[in-house]
């Protein structure tokens, strides 16, 4: 026997892709490119080399210290934006795998999608939209911190996952990985703020309309199974997509998660007040701008530059800095 180890090197890993990739699978060695023509890796592929620099950005790191969706919880349990990511990415690449879609695309995409969010949460996302001039998405943050804060110069493919990962925009991504992220996001959030949600005691697990239980199974992993199998069922045809009876009864859970836990009674008070924060930090950076570190001082105007800022901060890191300024 040859205890020899043979080289994996980029070209094998292409040849690999082409001879076991389904036919709508992004081809590493047919990408777009990047915004700044580079020499190929000597191993790594060009998703692969994507996937790393995300990884490996201080944007990733920051993740493990912003909310998702209880504020400061009192629990180490909680799911953190950086959990939720692991989540995503490790159901994302489930999903690729079994439809021999490209799981390094997939990975590079859903280890970014969330790079950009705002410190608490989607109250935070809400404060930056109504003061940005031209409105607020996380998707485009993480694009723009990627690409122009941190410079990392990624593939068009792993951008353009990155920026239509939300399911409010009408234009899907341009390739079948990218909209794995789309489905792989709601998944990974919905299973997981459950979960919280009980622990949180905000509820309890008799209060899941028995519809979505008789169909889903019980909260955790369950759930996912079930929602990744709907995609399973409806794909066939090489385009990813969900089975219309299972779609609908992630749509009604994901109503019921908005009513009874995202936006339930009694936390106005407590919402009004994060985003009062986001707002003052923005207010603040916009008026004394020479404060911001130099990565924020791109060509555009003091308060995107102030918004940039304030939305790249974790949330302990809004909270003492906000301490600072009052």
């Known amino acids: 026997m040859n205890d020899s180890f ?7 890993r292409e040849t690999n892709e082409r001879v076991t990739l389904s036919s709508t699978a992004a081809l ?15 191993f790594r592929t ?44 490790q159901v994302g690449r489930s999903i690729a795998k079994t439809m021999g879609l490209n799981s390094d695309l997939t990975e590079a995409i859903c280890m970014g999608h969330d790079v950009g969010h705002s410190p608490f949460g989607h109250t935070g996302e809400d404060a930056l939209d109504k ?27 792993t951008l353009d996952g990155i920026h239509k990962h939300p399911w409010k ?7 079948q990985e990218g909209m794995i992220c789309r489905f792989a996001d709601r998944i990974a959030y919905l299973t997981h703020d459950v979960e919280d949600a009980i622990r949180a005691e905000v509820l309890n697990p008799k209060d899941i309309p028995s519809s979505i239980v008789k169909e889903l199974g019980p909260p955790g992993k369950t759930w996912i199974n079930s929602l990744i199998s709907g995609i399973f069922k409806a794909s066939s045809s090489g385009q990813v997509q969900m089975d219309s009876a299972i779609a609908g009864n992630m749509q009604d859970l994901r109503d019921f998660m908005f009513e009874k836990v995202y936006l339930r009674k009694g936390t106005e008070n407590q919402r009004a007040e994060y985003q009062n924060i986001v707002i003052s930090l923005v207010e603040y950076f916009t008026k004394h701008s020479e404060n911001l570190p130099q990565a924020y001082k791109q060509e555009q105007s003091d308060v995107e530059n ?21």
């Open 6 to 12: 043979i080289l994996r090197d980029r070209k094998w």
């Open 131 to 157: 003061i940005h001039p031209n409105g607020w998405s996380h998707s485009e943050n993480s694009v723009k911190v990627l690409d122009r804060i941190e410079n990392l110069n990624l593939s068009l493919e």
């Open 169 to 175: 925009y009408e234009e899907k991504p341009i390739t």
């Open 46 to 89: 060009a998703y692969e080399r994507d996937r790393d620099r995300i990884i490996h950005s201080k944007a990733f790191r920051r993740l493990k210290h912003k909310t998702q969706v209880f504020i400061n919880p009192d629990g180490d349990h909680f799911i953190t934006r950086m959990t939720h990511t692991l989540q995503v990415t």
């Open 306 to 326: 102030a918004i940039d800022y304030v939305a790249g901060m974790t949330d302990r890191f809004a909270l003492s800095s906000y301490e600072k300024i009052r």
């Open 28 to 42: 590493s060695e047919k990408t777009l490119g990047r915004g700044r023509d580079e020499e190929p890796d000597m």
